[in-house]
T-cell receptor, first 113, second 109 residues
Framework: DAGITQSPRHKVTETGTPVTLRCHQT?????MYWYRQDPGHGLRLIHY???????DKGEVSDGYSVSRSKTEDFLLTLESATSSQTSVYFC????????????FGQGTRLTVV | DQQVKQNSPSLSVQEGRISILNCDYT??????FLWYKKYPAEGPTFLIS?????DKNEDGRFTVFLNKSAKHLSLHIVPSQPGDSAVYFC????????FGKGTSLLVTP
């Protein structure tokens, strides 16, 4: 199994509060991604990173920000959580441009009440 | 606009028979296509991939076929086993992986 750890695994938070999810990897992979999975939508890309301090938006980035200050950590922040951000969040990593597959973490189930 | 489409939300197949999962895409610039398998409460796991310059890739019971002119790929599982019951996601590689909505496969004994 690829060394990817997501924390927390489960979280319940209130509307309007900031939330940070963490993705930690021990593989020294260059690329890191945040996806969300929702019924009827599959996996949708929120943000991705192609190196330390290098990040870009995905298709559903509104309301989210990311930071990558170290190779091993990719943080996803919900600035002010809303009920529409209730979802399962997955982090993924990929080694290099030459590699095709990405490896996923176990996911974080976030509930915004 | 979704660039990768899996139009069958679910599929039920008897054990030992063939499972065929389909996927369509719109962007001809995608250079690799992948299939992932996902069990409940777990992250997706990589299953098999195919380069856009090939039309078939086989790995054990799993074969992926690519028809570039039709922008269509399919995953064949032969023979299907109850442990194959999961959600299967088709993905296409651009600057990131673009996923379809998934197909839930149920293999019945």
């Amino acid at each position: 199994d690829a060394g990817i750890t997501q924390s927390p695994r489960h979280k319940v938070t209130e509307t309007g509060t900031p939330v940070t999810l963490r993705c930690h990897q021990t593989e020294n992979h260059r690329y890191m991604y945040w996806y969300r999975q929702d019924p009827g939508h599959g996996l949708r890309l929120i943000h991705y990173s192609y190196g330390v301090k290098d990040t870009d938006k995905g298709e559903v980035s509104d309301g989210y920000s990311v930071s990558r200050s170290k190779t091993e950590d990719f943080l996803l922040t919900l600035e002010s959580a809303t009920s529409s951000q209730t979802s399962v969040y997955f982090c993924a990593i990929r080694d290099s441009e030459m590699n095709t597959e990405a490896f996923f973490g176990q996911g974080t189930r976030l509930t915004v009440v | 606009d979704q660039q990768v489409k899996q139009n069958s939300p679910s599929l039920s197949v008897q054990e030992g028979r063939i499972s065929i999962l389909n996927c369509d895409y719109t962007n001809s610039m995608f250079d690799y296509f992948l299939w992932y398998k996902k069990y409940p409460a777990e992250g997706p796991t990589f299953l098999i991939s195919i380069s856009s310059i090939k039309d078939k890739n086989e790995d054990g019971r799993f074969t992926v076929f690519l028809n570039k002119s039709a922008k269509h790929l399919s995953l064949h599982i032969v023979p299907s086993q109850p442990g194959d019951s999961a959600v299967y996601f088709c993905a296409a590689r651009g600057y990131a992986l673009n996923f379809g909505k998934g197909t839930s496969l149920l293999v019945t004994p």
